[in-house]
């Protein structure tokens, strides 16, 4: 318990960090505090200086990440620029945007006890704390599981797992729900507050701002070009926030734009079932023979003009559904055809004049010194012209709003940043189906609708195909929904008939947002789903 005179877990002072190659801060003037057992939620756009203000306090900046730091940064009255990482990580756990990055061994139970080895736990000890920490988080029949086996969603758990077996006083949570189906995500943020409960203070970096508002932030932090520009409460907060940079509730967001003209989209998508572009026939997977089938009897096709998105949980086959289709992964039984070839006798270079594909994890991508070379890449190795590459890298740079990062190292940018650099790079070489695997993730509101909308309306594709486990993302683009559990599609067809089913949706860990309540009640009004913005016009 705090008592009067204990240090704050943590204390902000006029913190300022320039990286030592860029001319300008990162982050400015930044000042603040933690009390015991408060939440607070950071957000903000996209590059604004949420993860760099992150990496002061956790020690990795500018001891991993070299530059100029002013201020003073104070952790339960230490002061952080005197204390070694291994000190720090004592006081301060820090869970990545991306796990890949986070997770190092190959098995889940050497990776929990990879932290309390390196503080020479003795071995029956460290097996204990990690039992009691998979326990807690629900993922004790991950013990024994290969790391590199793990669904995204799965990877978060485990990474969590590595840092609350610490038993840090300060957690520093960098987008952790990014990878986390809906229900996972509620799970997730339940725990977060029942940490707070338990003593733990919290600072919460997330681009899903109106799910961490169930758990009632003690304090939300809005940071816009490396500043914080609001410090208080949800209902101050809820006033003032801009709609078109913060998801907020539908309801809100649709009263609060009725005076506002908002443009429709110029290009549309209508369906062509007459002209099949790639064709699942009785399709069934699994990773070894050992191993339960990871998908079961898949039958579907995509048409020239649909906008399909694919729901449902952590480890329903999704990102294995999709692999097939570019060839990265070949049916255990079954056909996958692309362009009425089996891709079983296609290489993958081959399948790319085809389908253009954006992995979950931007680091799985990025290779290239630059991002003008990353996006330049895939349209050189297809043959294209050098105009042609030109007039495509700067398309794809614009359409992503990166255009002040060309000469910037992809790996060198935030995590957000380098999910819309793997997009670009694919977008540059136009392909006639675009593939994403979690488009959204790590991506601030306006950013990911920009974004969306560019490759929306630019023609050139004749279908797009999405992974998310954004529903609101599918309710305000797709024109078809594919709902997976399982290993198994479970509902498919338009938006409007899918996701009226909640029982079903829930069977997918899918969970009705404020958008979905919204559109469903307007429904009779509107024909069809619509952004809380146009729902307005409706009200």
Not at 7 to 15: A, D, M
Not at 111 to 122: D, K, M, Q, T
Not at 254 to 261: E, F, G, L, N, W
């Amino acid at each position: 318990m705090q008592t009067p005179h204990s240090p704050l877990p943590l204390v902000v002072e006029n913190l300022t960090f320039r990286y030592e190659r860029r001319e300008l801060p990162a982050i400015k003037n930044i000042s603040f505090s933690i009390q015991p057992g408060q939440i607070i939620l950071l957000a903000g756009s996209s590059g604004c200086g949420k993860t760099t203000l992150m990496r002061c306090i956790n020690g990795l900046a500018p001891t991993i990440y070299k530059g100029e730091m002013s201020g003073k940064i104070s952790v339960f009255g230490h002061d952080v620029t005197q204390l070694s990482l291994l000190q720090l990580s004592q006081h301060v756990g820090t869970l990545l945007q991306d796990p890949e990055r986070q997770i190092v061994a190959s098995h889940v139970l050497n990776e929990v006890a990879f932290g309390l080895e390196n503080l020479g736990v003795p071995r029956l000890r460290i097996l204990q704390r990690v039992d009691k920490t998979l326990e807690y988080l629900g993922i004790d029949h991950l013990k024994y599981k290969e790391t590199f086996k793990l669904s995204g969603g799965e990877k978060q758990k485990v990474a969590l797992a590595g840092v609350l077996v610490m038993e840090p006083k300060l957690l520093l949570l960098d987008e952790p729900l990014a990878s986390l189906d809906p229900a996972s995500a509620a799970e997730a943020l339940k725990l977060f507050k029942r940490l707070a409960e338990d003593g733990i203070s919290i600072l919460l970096v997330e681009h899903r701002v109106e799910d961490v508002l169930a758990i009632e932030p003690d304090l939300i932090m809005f940071m816009e070009d490396g500043e914080i520009t609001y410090q208080g409460d949800v209902k101050g907060f809820l006033e003032i926030a801009d709609f078109s940079k913060v998801k907020l509730p539908a309801e809100i967001v649709a009263q609060r734009a009725k005076s506002i003209q908002f443009p429709q989209r110029t290009r549309s998508f209508e369906p062509d079932t007459s002209s099949e572009l790639l064709r699942f026939e009785n399709v069934s997977f699994q990773y070894r023979q050992d191993l339960p089938l990871t998908l079961k009897n898949i039958n579907f096709s995509i048409h020239k003009g649909e906008i399909t998105a694919i729901l449902g949980h952590n480890g329903a086959g999704k990102t294995t559904l999709v692999k097939h289709a570019l060839g990265l992964l070949k049916p255990t039984s079954g056909t996958v055809y692309l362009d009425g070839k089996d891709t079983r006798k296609m290489t993958i270079a081959e399948a790319a004049h085809t389908i253009g594909y954006v992995f979950q994890s931007p680091t799985q991508m990025l290779f290239a010194p630059t991002v003008e070379q990353e996006l330049t890449f895939g349209p050189q190795n297809l043959g294209f012209s050098k105009e042609e590459i030109q007039k495509n890298v700067d398309w794809a740079i614009q359409t992503v709003h990166l255009e002040g990062e060309k000469q910037t190292p992809p790996l060198a940018l935030s995590f957000g940043q380098q999910k819309r650099v793997s997009i670009a790079s694919v977008l540059s070489m136009k392909s006639r189906i675009l593939m994403m695997d979690e488009p959204t993730a790590g991506q601030d509101y306006w950013n990911y609708h920009s974004f969306m909308s560019s490759i929306l309306d630019m023609p050139g594709y004749d279908a797009i195909l999405f992974i998310t486990h954004d529903l609101d993302l599918a309710i305000a683009y797709a024109n078809r929904v594919i709902l997976m559990a399982n290993g198994q599609i479970i509902r498919d067809g338009a938006p409007e008939e899918v996701l009226k089913d909640i029982s079903t949706l829930e069977k997918a860990h899918v969970l009705p947002t404020s958008l979905l309540s919204l559109n469903l009640k307007l429904l009779p009004k509107t024909k069809k789903f619509l952004r809380a913005e146009l729902l307005a016009n409706f009200i």
